[in-house]
């Protein structure tokens, strides 16, 4: 099936959403902001082989909805996104566990390459962590912006507008969950 793709608006910019027929296998993937919408139409044209624009199906417009709330500081509860069915057939074993045990991570809240890592089972693979992270493929929805580096430093984004998008991010759910961005409890 071809991929399709729609933009929709932000809090943060328009950002865009891909899946193949009616979704039900699953997004094939999702788009923080980039600097306007011609843009970001083009990432995603590239992104997913050509993929077409088009109205989305139900199942789309909903997780539209979700990630609109997230992104407005509407959403303090990370489960919302959860249930969302992402088809990651194509992305790697380590790089697939390491997304999902970052879609656990509570809005409001962050993890360490690191402490990702230990999780894992992979204590020495912070770098590997890292790089999953970098190809998320399902951004904000897998909230690889909730990752940081070591002592808790907010680097390696490779969203457009990088760490600064980052911390906006994660301002807004700090803000959506009654919270100082300093305050974390923890999730292991």
């Given at each position: 099936m071809t991929?399709?793709?729609?933009?929709?608006?932000?809090?943060?910019?328009?950002?865009?959403?891909?899946?193949r027929?009616?979704?039900?296998?699953?997004?094939?993937?999702?788009?923080?902001?980039?600097?306007?919408a011609?843009?970001?139409?083009?990432?995603?044209?590239?992104?997913?082989?050509?993929?077409?624009?088009?109205?989305p199906?139900?199942?789309?417009?909903?997780?539209?909805?979700?990630v609109?709330?997230?992104?407005?500081?509407?959403?303090?509860?990370?489960?919302?996104?959860?249930?969302v069915?992402?088809?990651?057939?194509?992305?790697?074993?380590?790089?697939?566990?390491?997304?999902?045990?970052t879609?656990?991570?509570?809005?409001?809240?962050?993890?360490?390459?690191?402490?990702?890592?230990?999780?894992?089972?992979?204590p020495?693979?912070?770098?590997?962590?890292?790089?999953?992270?970098?190809?998320?493929?399902?951004?904000?929805?897998?909230?690889?912006?909730?990752?940081m580096?070591?002592g808790?430093?907010?680097?390696?984004?490779?969203?457009?507008?990088?760490?600064?998008t980052?911390?906006?991010?994660l301002?807004?759910?700090?803000?959506?969950?009654?919270?100082?961005?300093?305050?974390?409890?923890?999730?292991f």
């Open positions: 991929p399709q793709f729609a933009i929709f608006p932000t809090a943060l910019g328009p950002c865009g959403i891909a899946w027929g009616d979704a039900s296998e699953g997004l094939i993937g999702s788009q923080l902001p980039a600097a306007d011609e843009a970001l139409r083009a990432l995603m044209r590239h992104r997913f082989d050509d993929a077409a624009e088009a109205e199906p139900a199942l789309v417009r909903d997780v539209i909805a979700r609109q709330r997230l992104l407005a500081g509407e959403t303090a509860d990370h489960r919302e996104l959860l249930d069915k992402l088809d990651d057939r194509a992305v790697p074993e380590f790089e697939r566990q390491t997304l999902w045990l879609r656990q991570i509570p809005v409001g809240q962050t993890r360490t390459y690191g402490e990702l890592a230990a999780a894992l089972g992979e020495g693979a912070a770098r590997a962590v890292g790089r999953a992270e970098g190809h998320n493929p399902f951004a904000p929805i897998v909230p690889c912006h909730r990752v580096g070591a808790g430093a907010p680097t390696g984004f490779s969203a457009p507008g990088g760490v600064e980052k911390r906006r991010l301002l807004i759910e700090a803000r959506a969950v009654g919270q100082l961005a300093g305050d974390q409890q923890s999730l």
